[in-house]
Protein backbone atom coordinates (compact mmCIF):
# COMPACT_ATOMS: atom_id res chain seq x y z
CA UNK A 1 0.00 0.00 0.00
CA UNK A 2 3.09 2.06 -0.34
CA UNK A 3 1.65 4.32 -2.89
CA UNK A 4 -1.71 4.55 -2.06
CA UNK A 5 -3.63 7.47 -0.75
CA UNK A 6 -6.20 7.08 2.10
CA UNK A 7 -9.34 9.75 2.34
CA UNK A 8 -9.25 11.69 5.81
CA UNK A 9 -9.78 10.61 8.92
CA UNK A 10 -13.29 10.66 10.20
CA UNK A 11 -13.73 7.48 12.05
CA UNK A 12 -11.55 7.71 15.56
CA UNK A 13 -11.27 4.40 17.87
CA UNK A 14 -10.22 5.04 21.39
CA UNK A 15 -9.13 1.95 22.72
CA UNK A 16 -8.82 2.54 26.83
CA UNK A 17 -10.38 5.24 26.25
CA UNK A 18 -12.86 5.45 29.57
CA UNK A 19 -9.28 6.30 31.20
CA UNK A 20 -7.66 9.41 32.30
CA UNK A 21 -5.69 9.94 28.76
CA UNK A 22 -8.67 8.35 26.44
CA UNK A 23 -11.50 10.04 27.77
CA UNK A 24 -10.35 13.95 27.58
CA UNK A 25 -8.97 13.15 24.14
CA UNK A 26 -12.18 11.09 22.80
CA UNK A 27 -14.54 13.98 24.14
CA UNK A 28 -11.99 16.93 22.44
CA UNK A 29 -12.00 15.08 19.04
CA UNK A 30 -15.87 13.86 19.36
CA UNK A 31 -16.30 17.88 19.99
CA UNK A 32 -13.87 18.44 16.64
CA UNK A 33 -16.69 16.77 14.46
CA UNK A 34 -15.16 13.42 14.05
CA UNK A 35 -16.92 10.23 14.65
CA UNK A 36 -15.53 8.64 17.83
CA UNK A 37 -15.99 5.35 19.49
CA UNK A 38 -14.73 4.83 22.87
CA UNK A 39 -13.68 0.72 23.60
CA UNK A 40 -12.52 -0.10 26.70
CA UNK A 41 -12.94 -2.86 28.96
CA UNK A 42 -14.57 -1.27 31.86
CA UNK A 43 -18.12 -1.84 31.58
CA UNK A 44 -19.39 0.00 34.94
CA UNK A 45 -17.52 3.28 33.85
CA UNK A 46 -18.46 2.56 30.37
CA UNK A 47 -22.07 2.98 31.49
CA UNK A 48 -21.40 5.85 33.91
CA UNK A 49 -19.86 7.83 30.98
CA UNK A 50 -22.74 7.08 29.18
CA UNK A 51 -25.15 8.24 31.65
CA UNK A 52 -23.30 11.40 30.58
CA UNK A 53 -21.35 11.45 34.39
CA UNK A 54 -17.05 11.69 34.04
CA UNK A 55 -16.06 8.96 35.78
CA UNK A 56 -13.07 11.17 37.41
CA UNK A 57 -12.24 14.63 38.05
CA UNK A 58 -11.13 16.77 34.67
CA UNK A 59 -11.51 20.24 34.11
CA UNK A 60 -14.60 21.30 31.99
CA UNK A 61 -15.46 17.66 31.42
CA UNK A 62 -18.76 18.00 33.39
CA UNK A 63 -20.01 19.92 30.98
CA UNK A 64 -18.33 19.18 27.60
CA UNK A 65 -19.81 14.99 28.39
CA UNK A 66 -23.48 15.17 27.99
CA UNK A 67 -22.68 18.17 25.13
CA UNK A 68 -20.63 15.44 23.11
CA UNK A 69 -23.20 12.64 23.95
CA UNK A 70 -26.10 15.04 22.99
CA UNK A 71 -24.37 15.23 18.96
CA UNK A 72 -24.31 11.42 18.57
CA UNK A 73 -20.69 11.36 18.01
CA UNK A 74 -19.69 9.55 20.64
CA UNK A 75 -20.00 6.00 20.86
CA UNK A 76 -18.92 3.56 24.29
CA UNK A 77 -18.53 -0.15 23.51
CA UNK A 78 -16.23 -3.13 25.59
CA UNK A 79 -16.40 -4.69 21.82
CA UNK A 80 -13.48 -4.94 19.74
CA UNK A 81 -15.41 -5.58 16.46
CA UNK A 82 -15.86 -1.63 16.33
CA UNK A 83 -12.50 -1.09 15.45
CA UNK A 84 -12.89 -2.32 12.00
CA UNK A 85 -15.20 0.68 11.40
CA UNK A 86 -12.56 3.27 11.93
CA UNK A 87 -10.42 5.16 10.30
CA UNK A 88 -8.06 5.76 13.13
CA UNK A 89 -7.19 3.38 15.97
CA UNK A 90 -5.50 5.10 19.26
CA UNK A 91 -4.62 3.32 21.83
CA UNK A 92 -4.69 4.65 25.48
CA UNK A 93 -4.25 1.81 27.73
CA UNK A 94 -2.25 1.99 31.17
CA UNK A 95 1.15 0.51 30.77
CA UNK A 96 2.26 -0.41 34.14
CA UNK A 97 5.63 -1.71 35.51
CA UNK A 98 5.54 -4.61 37.39
CA UNK A 99 6.76 -5.64 41.07
CA UNK A 100 10.58 -5.77 40.00
CA UNK A 101 9.90 -2.23 38.38
CA UNK A 102 10.01 -3.64 34.84
CA UNK A 103 7.45 -2.73 32.32
CA UNK A 104 4.51 -4.98 31.95
CA UNK A 105 5.40 -5.98 28.24
CA UNK A 106 2.98 -8.74 28.29
CA UNK A 107 -0.39 -7.01 29.35
CA UNK A 108 1.00 -4.40 26.57
CA UNK A 109 1.35 -6.67 23.89
CA UNK A 110 -1.57 -9.07 24.82
CA UNK A 111 -4.03 -5.60 23.99
CA UNK A 112 -1.94 -5.03 20.80
CA UNK A 113 -2.29 -8.42 19.50
CA UNK A 114 -6.19 -8.06 20.32
CA UNK A 115 -6.34 -4.69 18.95
CA UNK A 116 -4.63 -5.77 15.38
CA UNK A 117 -6.48 -8.67 15.18
CA UNK A 118 -9.70 -6.59 15.32
CA UNK A 119 -8.51 -4.27 12.78
CA UNK A 120 -7.83 -4.19 9.11
CA UNK A 121 -6.17 -3.04 5.82
CA UNK A 122 -5.47 0.88 5.45
CA UNK A 123 -5.84 2.03 8.97
CA UNK A 124 -3.55 3.91 10.85
CA UNK A 125 -2.99 2.32 14.52
CA UNK A 126 -1.75 4.76 16.81
CA UNK A 127 0.00 4.57 20.31
CA UNK A 128 -0.75 7.61 22.79
CA UNK A 129 0.25 5.31 25.84
CA UNK A 130 3.54 6.15 27.02
CA UNK A 131 5.93 2.84 26.18
CA UNK A 132 9.90 2.32 27.12
CA UNK A 133 12.46 2.77 24.25
CA UNK A 134 11.81 0.64 21.01
CA UNK A 135 8.59 -0.58 21.48
CA UNK A 136 7.38 1.49 18.56
CA UNK A 137 10.05 0.36 15.89
CA UNK A 138 9.32 -3.30 17.45
CA UNK A 139 5.28 -3.29 16.79
CA UNK A 140 5.79 -1.69 13.29
CA UNK A 141 8.06 -4.98 12.46
CA UNK A 142 5.69 -7.10 14.07
CA UNK A 143 2.64 -5.77 11.56
CA UNK A 144 4.78 -5.80 8.70
CA UNK A 145 5.44 -9.64 9.68
CA UNK A 146 1.71 -10.23 9.42
CA UNK A 147 -0.22 -9.73 6.28
CA UNK A 148 -1.79 -6.92 7.59
CA UNK A 149 -1.24 -3.46 5.91
CA UNK A 150 -1.80 -1.36 9.33
CA UNK A 151 -0.03 2.16 9.25
CA UNK A 152 2.05 2.22 12.87
CA UNK A 153 2.47 5.59 14.65
CA UNK A 154 3.43 6.48 18.17
CA UNK A 155 2.00 10.48 19.92
CA UNK A 156 2.98 10.17 23.31
CA UNK A 157 0.45 11.77 25.68
CA UNK A 158 1.74 14.70 27.24
CA UNK A 159 -1.29 16.68 29.46
CA UNK A 160 -1.36 17.02 32.88
CA UNK A 161 -3.80 14.62 34.21
CA UNK A 162 -6.77 17.18 35.49
CA UNK A 163 -6.10 19.96 32.71
CA UNK A 164 -6.30 17.90 29.69
CA UNK A 165 -9.02 19.50 27.64
CA UNK A 166 -7.40 22.76 28.30
CA UNK A 167 -3.60 20.77 26.99
CA UNK A 168 -4.45 19.02 24.26
CA UNK A 169 -5.53 22.14 22.12
CA UNK A 170 -2.62 24.15 23.70
CA UNK A 171 0.33 21.61 23.73
CA UNK A 172 2.40 20.94 20.30
CA UNK A 173 1.92 17.49 18.96
CA UNK A 174 4.97 14.74 19.15
CA UNK A 175 4.73 12.54 16.03
CA UNK A 176 6.20 9.67 15.21
CA UNK A 177 5.91 6.64 12.01
CA UNK A 178 7.25 3.85 11.70
CA UNK A 179 6.92 5.14 8.44
CA UNK A 180 6.98 8.42 6.57
CA UNK A 181 3.56 8.15 5.26
CA UNK A 182 2.63 6.52 9.12
CA UNK A 183 3.96 9.99 10.57
CA UNK A 184 2.14 12.17 7.95
CA UNK A 185 -1.20 10.42 8.31
CA UNK A 186 -0.70 11.57 12.27
CA UNK A 187 0.66 14.82 11.83
CA UNK A 188 -2.47 15.07 9.55
CA UNK A 189 -4.44 14.34 12.25
CA UNK A 190 -3.49 16.57 14.87
CA UNK A 191 -3.34 19.47 12.47
CA UNK A 192 -6.64 19.06 11.52
CA UNK A 193 -6.81 19.69 15.97
CA UNK A 194 -4.65 22.74 15.34
CA UNK A 195 -1.62 21.26 16.82
CA UNK A 196 1.84 23.02 16.21
CA UNK A 197 3.35 19.41 15.25
CA UNK A 198 7.00 17.92 15.77
CA UNK A 199 8.26 14.64 14.22
CA UNK A 200 10.87 12.72 15.52
CA UNK A 201 12.17 8.84 14.56
CA UNK A 202 10.10 6.97 16.73
CA UNK A 203 12.35 5.87 19.40
CA UNK A 204 13.19 9.56 20.00
CA UNK A 205 10.05 10.35 20.32
CA UNK A 206 9.29 7.38 23.33
CA UNK A 207 12.61 9.44 24.51
CA UNK A 208 11.33 12.10 24.39
CA UNK A 209 7.88 11.69 26.81
CA UNK A 210 10.38 9.35 29.12
CA UNK A 211 12.82 12.56 29.28
CA UNK A 212 10.14 14.79 30.32
CA UNK A 213 9.02 12.06 33.11
CA UNK A 214 12.14 11.52 34.61
CA UNK A 215 13.25 15.15 34.32
CA UNK A 216 10.23 16.45 36.55
CA UNK A 217 10.88 13.37 38.75
CA UNK A 218 14.68 14.14 39.09
CA UNK A 219 13.69 18.00 39.50
CA UNK A 220 11.26 16.76 42.58
CA UNK A 221 13.93 14.75 43.93
CA UNK A 222 16.49 17.59 43.68
CA UNK A 223 13.89 19.58 46.38
CA UNK A 224 12.94 16.99 48.28
CA UNK A 225 17.32 16.22 49.13
CA UNK A 226 17.67 20.05 49.69
CA UNK A 227 14.20 20.15 52.28
CA UNK A 228 15.95 16.75 54.09
CA UNK A 229 19.01 18.71 54.34
CA UNK A 230 17.66 22.55 55.26
CA UNK A 231 15.39 20.27 58.13
CA UNK A 232 18.74 18.51 59.35
CA UNK A 233 20.22 22.51 59.62
CA UNK A 234 17.46 23.50 61.39
CA UNK A 235 16.38 25.87 58.59
CA UNK A 236 13.23 26.65 56.38
CA UNK A 237 13.77 25.07 53.60
CA UNK A 238 10.68 27.60 51.45
CA UNK A 239 12.49 30.45 53.07
CA UNK A 240 15.56 29.21 51.71
CA UNK A 241 14.21 28.78 47.78
CA UNK A 242 12.48 31.90 47.91
CA UNK A 243 15.64 33.62 48.46
CA UNK A 244 17.21 31.98 45.89
CA UNK A 245 14.34 31.77 43.03
CA UNK A 246 13.41 35.59 43.89
CA UNK A 247 14.07 37.94 40.58
CA UNK A 248 17.10 35.65 40.45
CA UNK A 249 16.62 34.07 36.66
CA UNK A 250 19.16 30.85 36.81
CA UNK A 251 16.85 28.93 39.76
CA UNK A 252 13.45 29.72 38.09
CA UNK A 253 13.50 25.68 37.23
CA UNK A 254 13.87 24.97 41.57
CA UNK A 255 11.00 23.39 41.99
CA UNK A 256 9.38 23.18 45.69
CA UNK A 257 9.38 19.79 47.99
CA UNK A 258 6.62 17.88 48.61
CA UNK A 259 5.35 14.15 47.35
CA UNK A 260 6.40 13.53 43.91
CA UNK A 261 3.78 10.23 42.82
CA UNK A 262 0.84 9.79 40.77
CA UNK A 263 0.64 6.98 38.31
CA UNK A 264 3.40 8.53 35.91
CA UNK A 265 6.34 10.06 36.72
CA UNK A 266 8.11 7.01 39.10
CA UNK A 267 6.81 3.95 36.43
CA UNK A 268 8.22 6.31 33.70
CA UNK A 269 11.36 7.01 34.88
CA UNK A 270 11.84 3.23 35.60
CA UNK A 271 10.89 2.23 31.98
CA UNK A 272 13.59 4.08 31.22
CA UNK A 273 15.96 2.56 33.43
CA UNK A 274 14.65 -0.68 33.43
CA UNK A 275 15.78 -1.72 29.86
CA UNK A 276 19.00 0.06 30.36
CA UNK A 277 20.63 -1.97 32.29
CA UNK A 278 19.54 0.06 34.91
CA UNK A 279 22.18 2.77 34.45
CA UNK A 280 20.09 5.96 35.14
CA UNK A 281 21.52 6.00 38.64
CA UNK A 282 19.79 9.66 38.84
CA UNK A 283 16.12 8.50 38.52
CA UNK A 284 16.90 5.65 40.97
CA UNK A 285 18.09 8.01 43.22
CA UNK A 286 15.16 10.17 42.55
CA UNK A 287 13.20 7.06 43.65
CA UNK A 288 14.85 6.40 46.89
CA UNK A 289 14.72 10.20 47.84
CA UNK A 290 11.05 10.68 46.48
CA UNK A 291 9.78 7.53 48.29
CA UNK A 292 11.71 7.74 51.10
CA UNK A 293 9.94 11.38 51.93
CA UNK A 294 6.99 10.17 54.41
CA UNK A 295 9.82 8.05 56.09
CA UNK A 296 11.98 11.11 56.71
CA UNK A 297 8.60 13.42 58.16
CA UNK A 298 7.69 11.20 60.26
CA UNK A 299 11.30 10.51 61.49
CA UNK A 300 11.56 14.14 61.73
CA UNK A 301 8.21 14.33 63.74
CA UNK A 302 9.44 11.69 66.50
CA UNK A 303 12.40 13.74 66.96
CA UNK A 304 10.22 15.92 68.72
CA UNK A 305 7.34 14.14 69.72
CA UNK A 306 6.16 10.75 71.66
CA UNK A 307 3.91 9.78 68.69
CA UNK A 308 3.25 6.55 70.42
CA UNK A 309 0.02 8.32 72.42
CA UNK A 310 -0.99 10.41 69.64
CA UNK A 311 -3.45 10.66 66.85
CA UNK A 312 -2.04 12.34 63.49
CA UNK A 313 -4.51 13.50 60.79
CA UNK A 314 -3.51 13.09 56.65
CA UNK A 315 -4.98 16.25 55.11
CA UNK A 316 -4.95 14.97 50.89
CA UNK A 317 -4.72 11.41 49.62
CA UNK A 318 -4.65 12.23 46.80
CA UNK A 319 -1.51 12.07 44.34
CA UNK A 320 -1.71 15.99 43.64
CA UNK A 321 -3.71 18.73 44.78
CA UNK A 322 -7.46 19.39 43.43
CA UNK A 323 -7.41 15.61 42.18
CA UNK A 324 -9.81 12.63 43.13
CA UNK A 325 -7.08 10.19 41.94
CA UNK A 326 -5.23 8.06 44.73
CA UNK A 327 -2.89 6.16 42.26
CA UNK A 328 0.50 5.92 43.46
CA UNK A 329 -0.12 8.70 46.34
CA UNK A 330 2.44 8.76 48.66
CA UNK A 331 -0.12 9.65 51.06
CA UNK A 332 -0.69 5.98 51.61
CA UNK A 333 2.93 5.10 52.34
CA UNK A 334 2.71 7.73 54.81
CA UNK A 335 -0.54 6.58 56.21
CA UNK A 336 0.97 3.23 56.40
CA UNK A 337 4.45 4.37 58.25
CA UNK A 338 2.18 6.40 60.89
CA UNK A 339 -0.30 3.18 61.35
CA UNK A 340 3.42 1.73 62.81
CA UNK A 341 4.32 4.74 65.08
CA UNK A 342 1.34 6.35 66.33
CA UNK A 343 -2.01 5.59 68.10
CA UNK A 344 -4.49 6.39 65.55
CA UNK A 345 -4.05 7.63 61.81
CA UNK A 346 -7.09 9.67 60.60
CA UNK A 347 -7.61 10.50 57.13
CA UNK A 348 -9.33 12.87 54.76
CA UNK A 349 -9.47 13.94 51.35
CA UNK A 350 -12.81 16.39 50.31
CA UNK A 351 -12.11 14.11 46.32
CA UNK A 352 -12.42 11.09 47.11
CA UNK A 353 -15.18 8.63 48.75
CA UNK A 354 -13.65 5.98 51.13
CA UNK A 355 -15.31 4.57 54.11
CA UNK A 356 -12.13 4.36 56.31
CA UNK A 357 -11.57 8.44 55.48
CA UNK A 358 -13.47 11.07 57.90
CA UNK A 359 -14.18 14.49 57.53
CA UNK A 360 -11.88 17.37 57.75
CA UNK A 361 -14.02 18.65 60.59
CA UNK A 362 -13.17 15.14 62.36
CA UNK A 363 -9.66 15.11 61.19
CA UNK A 364 -8.88 18.88 62.27
CA UNK A 365 -10.96 17.69 66.03
CA UNK A 366 -9.40 14.20 66.59
CA UNK A 367 -5.88 15.13 65.59
CA UNK A 368 -2.66 15.82 67.68
CA UNK A 369 -0.62 16.79 64.62
CA UNK A 370 -1.75 17.10 60.95
CA UNK A 371 0.52 16.66 58.09
CA UNK A 372 -0.50 17.45 54.42
CA UNK A 373 -0.50 14.80 51.86
CA UNK A 374 -2.25 16.81 48.99
CA UNK A 375 -2.82 20.87 48.85
CA UNK A 376 -6.27 20.97 48.06
CA UNK A 377 -7.29 24.43 47.74
CA UNK A 378 -9.69 23.48 50.71
CA UNK A 379 -7.06 23.10 53.46
CA UNK A 380 -5.75 26.49 52.50
CA UNK A 381 -7.15 28.45 54.77
CA UNK A 382 -7.70 26.45 57.41
CA UNK A 383 -7.95 27.39 61.46
CA UNK A 384 -6.48 25.13 63.78
CA UNK A 385 -3.64 25.66 66.90
CA UNK A 386 -2.39 21.80 65.98
CA UNK A 387 0.97 21.63 64.83
CA UNK A 388 1.28 21.21 60.80
CA UNK A 389 3.98 19.31 58.65
CA UNK A 390 3.45 21.32 55.12
CA UNK A 391 6.46 19.88 53.31
CA UNK A 392 5.06 21.67 50.51
CA UNK A 393 5.13 25.01 52.07
CA UNK A 394 1.47 25.32 50.57
CA UNK A 395 -0.02 26.77 53.86
CA UNK A 396 -0.09 30.71 54.70
CA UNK A 397 2.65 30.66 57.69
CA UNK A 398 0.80 31.34 60.54
CA UNK A 399 -1.11 28.03 59.54
CA UNK A 400 2.07 25.96 59.92
CA UNK A 401 3.34 28.03 62.40
CA UNK A 402 3.49 25.20 65.00
CA UNK A 403 4.88 23.70 62.46
CA UNK A 404 5.52 19.96 63.76
CA UNK A 405 9.18 19.23 62.34
N1 LIG B 1 -2.77 9.99 33.57
C1 LIG B 1 -2.05 10.92 32.96
O1 LIG B 1 -2.10 12.10 33.29
C2 LIG B 1 -1.17 10.57 31.78
C3 LIG B 1 -0.55 11.62 31.07
C4 LIG B 1 0.22 11.31 29.96
C5 LIG B 1 0.40 9.97 29.59
N2 LIG B 1 -0.18 8.98 30.32
C6 LIG B 1 -0.01 7.59 29.88
O2 LIG B 1 -1.22 7.21 29.24
C7 LIG B 1 -1.49 5.83 29.46
C8 LIG B 1 -2.87 5.67 30.10
O3 LIG B 1 -2.86 6.25 31.38
P1 LIG B 1 -4.21 6.56 32.16
O4 LIG B 1 -3.84 7.35 33.36
O5 LIG B 1 -5.23 7.09 31.23
O6 LIG B 1 -4.65 5.08 32.60
P2 LIG B 1 -6.11 4.66 33.07
O7 LIG B 1 -5.91 3.44 33.90
O8 LIG B 1 -6.82 5.83 33.65
O9 LIG B 1 -6.84 4.27 31.71
C9 LIG B 1 -6.58 3.09 31.00
C10 LIG B 1 -7.91 2.58 30.46
O10 LIG B 1 -7.62 1.43 29.65
C11 LIG B 1 -8.67 0.49 29.86
N3 LIG B 1 -8.20 -0.81 29.41
C12 LIG B 1 -7.32 -1.65 30.02
N4 LIG B 1 -7.15 -2.76 29.27
C13 LIG B 1 -7.93 -2.61 28.17
C14 LIG B 1 -8.18 -3.41 27.03
N5 LIG B 1 -7.61 -4.60 26.90
N6 LIG B 1 -9.03 -2.94 26.09
C15 LIG B 1 -9.64 -1.75 26.24
N7 LIG B 1 -9.45 -0.95 27.30
C16 LIG B 1 -8.60 -1.37 28.26
C17 LIG B 1 -8.97 0.60 31.35
O11 LIG B 1 -10.25 0.07 31.65
C18 LIG B 1 -8.90 2.12 31.55
O12 LIG B 1 -10.15 2.73 31.35
C19 LIG B 1 -0.33 5.32 30.28
O13 LIG B 1 0.65 4.81 29.42
C20 LIG B 1 0.17 6.56 30.97
O14 LIG B 1 1.53 6.46 31.34
C21 LIG B 1 -0.98 9.25 31.40
New binding site residues.
Partial sequence: MSNETFPPISRVAV?????????PLALLIAQQGFDVTI????EE?LALIRSGKM??HERDADELLPQVLATGRLHLT?Q?EALRDQDLVIV?????VDEYLDPDVR?FD??IH??LSHMRDGQLLMI????FPGVTDRLGRQVSDHSLKVDVAYC???????F?LQELVKLPQIVSGTTPRAAHRAAEFFERLRAEIIELPPIEAELA?LFS?SYRYINFAIANQFYMLAERYGADFERVRDAVTRKYPRMQGFSGAGFAA???LL??TMQLAAFNHNVLTLGQNAMMINEGLPRFLVDQLKTKHDLVPLTVGVLGMAFKANCD?P?SSLSYKLRKVLTMECRKVLCTDPYIQNPEFVSLEECLAQSDILIVGACHDEYRNIQTNKPIVDVFGFLPKAASRGSAT
Avoid at 15 to 23: E, N, T
Avoid at 92 to 96: M, V
Avoid at 128 to 131: F, H, K, P
Fill in positions: VGGAGHVGLVDINTPFSNTIGTPTRVTTRSTVPERIAQGAKNGPCKDDR
